[in-house]
């Protein structure tokens, strides 16, 4: 009996053992397998892959984060049967990195494999917005991270990882520059370096400034190309725009028109207009210029009349008070005028032949401009043949007509059809 049991537990035993087998092979695995996906896909893992070799697992997928990665394998290895070894895990995460712009203040959160691909990327950013305060406190770096398959190192701007980012913080061009106090300030943003040092050199060689600042003025590859962004044209514009007398100023933005400020005379206006063409295309220029009937009357123009000061303020404040008018249509001098500069002649006379003079006849703004000029120099010449006549020296004196001024100017003369003296 006891052999007859002895000889059934051995036939029994490699059926049960059998029987044992195929139940962990067909319920028990597929159920842990099953299981184990659960976790994985609970945790947002792409793709899952889970191999079972018995007992001893073997993990691959795309975690979201390394959190997400971590809290997947510390869930699967509670799982009592199952067995993670090392190297089995290969589950990883993608290296991603978000940049969130506030004001001046550029967050960068994500994760990268090492901390010198944090480093790097920081001295990318930096290098392109150096505008911007970095802060990368919340960029991770974990061994389980790796680069995406499209990444080909090394890791610069050009990169299309990156291509996210640096799209996001593509600033407009725009530059501004201000002639004031004797200084000249540029700021703005520009797209390329060489047109930062074409506009400085340019501005050094003919403006006449005792100083430029262009500590505000940040060139960087990452700035948008802008259609004004012309070096020559841009340069010769700006040279010949801030050689003339300050105040003045010159703005202009990614496809916005330029405007100008400052002082100028109609001739001026437009050659600086002509200038502009090739720089802005088409678009209309903002021309908040007041004009002046000649640069004698830009606002503290210094004659250069060698002449003791006390003299030449006297005679200036003489001639300031000194309006010669004319009817329309004709240059005659009335006999009223004809009085006021024989009264005007001693004075001139006591300057001495060293005294210059510009006299000049200011057209009708509203008149035919051709024949406007005409009747206005007719005029101013009219007015220094009587001085000759009067005895003053015409060494140094010269007639001319003036440019016209819109009446609304605030440096339109207080009289139509007049002529006025001015200190050259």
């Given at each position: 009996?006891?052999?007859?049991?002895?000889f059934l537990?051995?036939?029994l035993?490699?059926?049960?053992?059998?029987?044992?087998?195929?139940f962990?092979a067909?319920h028990?695995?597929p159920?842990?397998?099953s299981e184990?996906?659960g976790?994985?896909?609970?945790a947002?893992?792409?793709s899952?892959?889970?191999?079972?070799?018995?007992?001893?697992?073997?993990?691959?997928?795309e975690?979201?984060s390394p959190?997400?990665?971590?809290q997947?394998?510390?869930?699967?290895?509670?799982?009592?049967?199952l067995?993670?070894?090392?190297?089995a895990d290969?589950?990883?995460?993608?290296?991603?990195?978000k940049?969130?712009?506030?004001?001046?203040?550029l967050?960068?959160?994500?994760?990268?494999?090492?901390?010198k691909?944090a480093?790097?990327l920081?001295?990318i950013?930096?290098?392109?917005?150096?505008?911007?305060i970095l802060?990368?406190?919340e960029?991770?770096?974990a061994p389980?991270?790796r680069w995406?398959t499209?990444?080909k190192?090394?890791?610069?701007?050009?990169?299309?990882?990156?291509s996210?980012i640096?799209?996001?913080?593509r600033?407009?061009?725009e530059?501004?520059?201000e002639f004031?106090?004797?200084?000249l300030?540029?700021?703005g943003m520009?797209?390329?370096?060489?047109?930062?040092?074409e506009?400085?050199?340019?501005l050094?060689?003919?403006?006449?400034?005792?100083e430029?600042?262009?500590s505000?003025l940040?060139?960087?590859p990452?700035?948008k190309?802008?259609?004004?962004a012309?070096?020559?044209a841009?340069?010769?514009?700006l040279a010949?725009f801030f050689?003339?007398?300050?105040p003045?100023?010159f703005?202009?933005?990614?496809e916005?028109?330029p405007?100008?400020?400052g002082?100028?005379t109609?001739?001026?206006?437009?050659?600086w207009l002509?200038?502009?063409?090739?720089?802005?295309?088409?678009?209309?220029?903002d021309?908040?210029?007041?004009?002046?009937?000649?640069l004698y009357?830009?606002p503290?123009?210094q004659?250069?009349s060698?002449?003791?000061p006390?003299?030449?303020?006297q005679l200036?404040?003489?001639?300031?008070?000194?309006?010669?008018?004319?009817e329309s249509?004709?240059s005659?001098?009335?006999?009223?005028?004809?009085?006021?500069?024989?009264a005007l002649?001693p004075?001139?006379l006591?300057?001495?032949?060293a005294l210059?003079?510009?006299?000049g006849?200011h057209?009708d703004p509203?008149?035919?401009a051709?024949q406007?000029?005409?009747?206005a120099?007719?005029?101013?010449?009219t007015?220094?043949?009587?001085?000759?006549?009067?005895?003053?020296?015409?060494?140094?004196?010269?007639?001319?007509?003036?440019?016209?001024?819109?009446?609304s100017?605030?440096?339109?003369?207080d009289m139509p059809r007049?002529?006025e003296i001015?200190?050259k």
């Amino acid at each position: 009996m006891r052999l007859s049991l002895f000889f059934l537990m051995v036939i029994l035993l490699p059926v049960a053992a059998v029987a044992h087998a195929y139940f962990i092979a067909f319920h028990r695995l597929p159920l842990l397998r099953s299981e184990v996906i659960g976790i994985l896909e609970k945790a947002g893992v792409q793709s899952p892959k889970v191999d079972l070799a018995f007992l001893d697992i073997d993990l691959a997928g795309e975690a979201p984060s390394p959190q997400a990665h971590r809290q997947a394998v510390e869930s699967i290895r509670r799982i009592g049967p199952l067995r993670l070894k090392s190297g089995a895990d290969r589950l990883h995460v993608n290296a991603s990195v978000k940049a969130h712009l506030h004001e001046k203040r550029l967050r960068l959160t994500g994760w990268l494999p090492q901390q010198k691909d944090a480093e790097k990327l920081a001295r990318i950013l930096t290098e392109l917005r150096p505008d911007l305060i970095l802060d990368s406190t919340e960029l991770q770096h974990a061994p389980e991270v790796r680069w995406p398959t499209y990444f080909k190192p090394p890791l610069e701007a050009a990169n299309p990882f990156l291509s996210p980012i640096l799209d996001h913080l593509r600033i407009p061009s725009e530059l501004r520059i201000e002639f004031k106090d004797g200084t000249l300030r540029l700021t703005g943003m520009l797209p390329d370096g060489g047109l930062k040092e074409e506009i400085i050199s340019a501005l050094a060689g003919d403006s006449g400034t005792s100083e430029i600042d262009p500590s505000g003025l940040i060139a960087s590859p990452h700035v948008k190309a802008a259609p004004f962004a012309k070096k020559k044209a841009l340069a010769a514009f700006l040279a010949s725009f801030f050689a003339a007398p300050p105040p003045r100023g010159f703005e202009i933005k990614d496809e916005g028109r330029p405007r100008l400020t400052g002082i100028a005379t109609r001739k001026l206006e437009s050659e600086w207009l002509t200038l502009l063409r090739p720089v802005t295309g088409a678009a209309q220029v903002d021309s908040q210029l007041v004009l002046l009937p000649s640069l004698y009357h830009q606002p503290g123009y210094q004659p250069r009349s060698p002449l003791p000061p006390a003299m030449l303020d006297q005679l200036r404040e003489v001639l300031h008070g000194t309006t010669i008018s004319f009817e329309s249509g004709t240059s005659t001098l009335p006999p009223l005028d004809q009085t006021k500069l024989a009264a005007l002649a001693p004075s001139l006379l006591a300057a001495g032949p060293a005294l210059g003079l510009i006299i000049g006849g200011h057209p009708d703004p509203l008149g035919d401009a051709t024949q406007e000029a005409t009747m206005a120099k007719t005029r101013a010449e009219t007015v220094l043949s009587f001085l000759i006549e009067q005895g003053v020296p015409a060494t140094d004196i010269t007639a001319t007509a003036f440019e016209p001024v819109p009446p609304s100017s605030p440096a339109a003369p207080d009289m139509p059809r007049s002529v006025e003296i001015l200190v050259k």
